[in-house]
């Protein structure tokens, strides 16, 4: 399997998984000509994946051109195809931006049945968001949580005894670091799965399920069985989904990452893996201090920018205080309602978060600020909308997509749409900021949407003055199972 990571407007950092180590030779082309085609040596990881950055990495390579492009194929020493993809490298200046570019985002793959077999939606899911990506051309696919479920179905759990297996609360570090190796290459089979990863560049930032449901948000996970299941699912996370960004390194720690795509700034902001809770509210952490400071300094950076993308795995707006409350005090099946930003013991970081990017976007009307996120089964756009604003205030926006190809998509994904609609009635504001659905247009009018749907954003340029534009894809039924429907459109924004 291989993956496009990181692309500036002069490099790409590319990333694979073999069976078999050794030599690789990268061709790279821009459709005109051949820019590379080099042997040379992978810094393995035990996993026996590795990464490396054009042109950096190479001998006597030349940097890429901006807004260009490329397509690569990967090679072992005898010449037999280890992977291919291709990619695009964005601009390096405001005024080469594209009148049209888009990005794409998703979260939750979990592909398999009861019986462990990937189950015919997820299949006809994956074929369809290969086809919507065709139509929409993403230049930027977001992974945004819950690349692997370490814990569903239950049949594959990794927290599960069966014959030859015991929950890996029992087992030694080592052992339990290879199942969770081993769940990566089990999810990540499927080639329509792995084809996501090498049609664009990609950013990954992981969430519960990569360890366990709900992680973080239970005080049993600060013993050290549970912390011994968190530092191998978090090496795993890196040597397959963090190892691809320039920006990160191991050991895992904060997985946040922080770019520029043409014309606007993207940041994920890891709220998982320095996630915990205790007995005290001052005991309590969905997001490491340090990573806020980051997001205050790279709002400043990027203040110029038209848009700002701020991909945070679970959304921070989601369901109503009240109903958070009653979740979190209750002692069985709770824990999803607690896991949430408005629990108690996160919601004051929220607020603060959510107050520090108004009053950026307020300082600086002409920004768009999005918030992209997954986690609750549910497609959903939503404008956050600041009573004290003037004509010329533009509302932050978030849209959420989720799931992917998770199996429970069709009974969860309804209770969580009919969440939604209900919590539409009941919400009061949320840090100052009131919630207003975003309407859609003609048929495609699925906000909130229950199905499994992936989300693209287009960003629009003319005349100087930059719109959004936000779609949901799922599949269709029947005969066109495989086929992409649009199920939400807003329309320029």
Known sequence: MVAVGTVTPASARFWARVEKQGRVRLLLNDGKSSVCSQLFDPAYTPESTWAVTYPDD???????????????????????????????????????????????????????????????????????????????????VLFLGDQVYSDAPKSMSLFEDREGERNVLHEAPNEVRRRFDLRYRQAWHEPAWQALHACAATACIPDDHDIIDNWGSDVEHNQPSWQKVRDAALEAAFSWQGQRSSALRPPPGNFQQEFRWHNAGVV???????????????????????????????????????????????????????????????????????????NPAWADTRDR??????????????????????????????????????????????????????????????????????????????AGLHVQNVQGLAEATGNPFGGLNVGVVDVMTCAGQTQIRLRLFSHGEGLHAAEAVCVFDSGPL
């Open 58 to 140: 190479l001998v006597d390579a030349l940097p890429l051109r901006p807004n260009t492009s490329y397509t690569f194929e990967l090679q072992d020493e005898v010449g037999c195809l280890v992977g291919a993809g291709k990619f695009k490298t964005p601009s390096e200046c405001l005024e080469a931006v594209p009148a049209r570019w888009s990005l794409a985002f998703l979260s939750c793959h979990q592909p398999f049945g009861p019986d462990g077999q990937v189950t015919p939606e997820a299949h006809n899911m994956l074929a369809a968001v290969r086809k919507a990506f065709a139509l929409c051309e993403p230049e930027l």
């Open 353 to 430: 978060l959510l107050t520090m990017l108004n009053e950026h976007r307020r300082a600086h009307p002409q920004q768009q600020v999005v918030l992209l996120s997954g986690d609750i089964h549910a497609g959903w756009a939503v404008k956050l909308c600041d009573p004290h604003d003037d004509v010329r205030g533009r509302p932050i926006v978030q849209f959420v997509s989720s799931a992917i190809t998770n199996g429970e998509g069709s009974i969860v994904g309804a209770v969580s749409n009919a969440m939604l609609r209900a919590a539409q009635a009941v919400s009061g504001p949320v």
């Open 268 to 342: 994920l902001l890891d709220v998982r893996t320095q996630r915990r809770v205790g007995y005290a509210p001052e005991d309590s952490q969905i997001v490491d201090p340090v990573a806020i400071d980051r997001l205050e300094r790279f709002l400043r950076r990027n203040a110029s920018l038209p848009v700002i993308f701020v991909a945070v795995s679970v959304p921070m707006i989601h369901i109503p205080q009240w109903l958070s409350d009653v979740g979190h005090a209750l002692p069985v099946g709770g824990m999803d309602l607690a896991d949430r930003w408005s």
